[in-house]
């Protein structure tokens, strides 16, 4: 893949304040999500600063949404569409970091209010939640994470080295269930070998097995044919 580069202190021509055409051709615009200016800004924020992005997110607040929609539809679409301009050689390499590192910094920020109601009512229920193995992108993972502890529950996050680490960690404490985040073909194709395992380790008889990630996008029905008890692709409607 050849990356472009490009001042930041000068946006690149249809990056801010795109034209109709551009934002139309975004492939990851999902109902509900902030206006594509808006989502734009807060991408351009985070390429700038952490205090840069915390500000756009005060403008959201103030405009009247609450932070589960500023997750669900700001952040997470700003995320993708930091991928999308790296795929179009409209970042480099170390700006995108710049700019998913700044992203994640807010999500951590916010953080203590956001999980706060979860915390004045813990529900008694564990969740073990698994990266890809060796995944450097866990800011998906971390975000679901968040919604589960906002709604009480006790949540372990793992980036696992592989499959087996996932299994010992089943193996070692009560789980009510656990989540895996599958990005890959090859992850899929593991996945009927390995799956059942989960259940024959787990101290749990009634574990409960969830699957997100891409290709809870792109093949769910290959996903629900595994025996999974939820495929999905929002966070809300997750915990839901």
């Given at each position: 893949?050849?990356?472009?580069?490009?001042?930041?202190?000068?946006?690149?021509?249809?990056?801010?304040?795109?034209?109709?055409?551009?934002?139309?051709?975004?492939?990851?615009?999902?109902?509900?999500?902030?206006?594509?200016?808006e989502i734009e800004r807060m991408a351009q924020a985070c390429l700038g600063s952490l205090d840069a992005a915390l500000v756009q997110v005060e403008q959201w607040r103030q405009a009247g949404h609450d932070l589960e929609d500023?997750?669900?539809?700001?952040?997470?679409?700003?995320?993708?569409?930091?991928?999308?301009?790296?795929?179009?050689?409209?970042?480099?390499?170390?700006?995108?970091?710049?700019?998913?590192?700044?992203?994640?910094?807010?999500?951590?920020?916010?953080?203590?209010?956001?999980?706060?109601?979860?915390?004045?009512?813990?529900?008694?229920?564990?969740?073990?939640?698994?990266?890809?193995?060796?995944?450097?992108?866990?800011?998906?993972?971390?975000?679901?994470?968040?919604?589960?502890?906002?709604?009480?529950?006790?949540?372990?996050?793992?980036?696992?080295h592989d499959g087996e680490d996932v299994l010992t960690h089943l193996r070692r404490d009560w789980f009510d269930a656990?989540?895996?985040?599958?990005?890959?073909?090859?992850?899929?194709?593991?996945?009927?070998?390995?799956?059942?395992?989960?259940?024959?380790?787990?101290?749990?008889?009634?574990?409960?097995?969830?699957?997100?990630?891409?290709?809870?996008?792109?093949?769910?029905?290959?996903?629900?044919?595994?025996?999974?008890?939820?495929?999905?692709?929002?966070?809300?409607?997750?915990?839901?």
């Amino acid at each position: 893949m050849t990356i472009g580069t490009f001042n930041l202190s000068r946006p690149p021509p249809g990056v801010f304040g795109m034209d109709s055409r551009l934002a139309s051709a975004w492939p990851f615009l999902e109902e509900g999500d902030f206006a594509p200016t808006e989502i734009e800004r807060m991408a351009q924020a985070c390429l700038g600063s952490l205090d840069a992005a915390l500000v756009q997110v005060e403008q959201w607040r103030q405009a009247g949404h609450d932070l589960e929609d500023i997750y669900i539809h700001g952040l997470s679409p700003c995320a993708r569409l930091l991928g999308h301009w790296w795929r179009c050689d409209i970042t480099d390499f170390a700006q995108v970091t710049i700019g998913s590192s700044n992203l994640q910094r807010v999500l951590h920020r916010l953080s203590p209010e956001f999980c706060a109601p979860g915390a004045d009512r813990p529900r008694k229920l564990s969740l073990l939640l698994a990266t890809e193995p060796q995944s450097q992108h866990t800011m998906g993972a971390f975000m679901l994470a968040e919604f589960f502890r906002r709604h009480g529950w006790v949540v372990q996050l793992l980036t696992p080295h592989d499959g087996e680490d996932v299994l010992t960690h089943l193996r070692r404490d009560w789980f009510d269930a656990v989540a895996l985040s599958i990005s890959s073909d090859r992850q899929l194709h593991h996945l009927p070998q390995w799956l059942p395992r989960l259940r024959e380790c787990a101290p749990n008889p009634q574990l409960h097995v969830l699957v997100g990630g891409p290709m809870a996008l792109q093949a769910p029905a290959a996903l629900q044919a595994l025996g999974v008890d939820l495929a999905a692709v929002d966070a809300r409607q997750t915990v839901n």
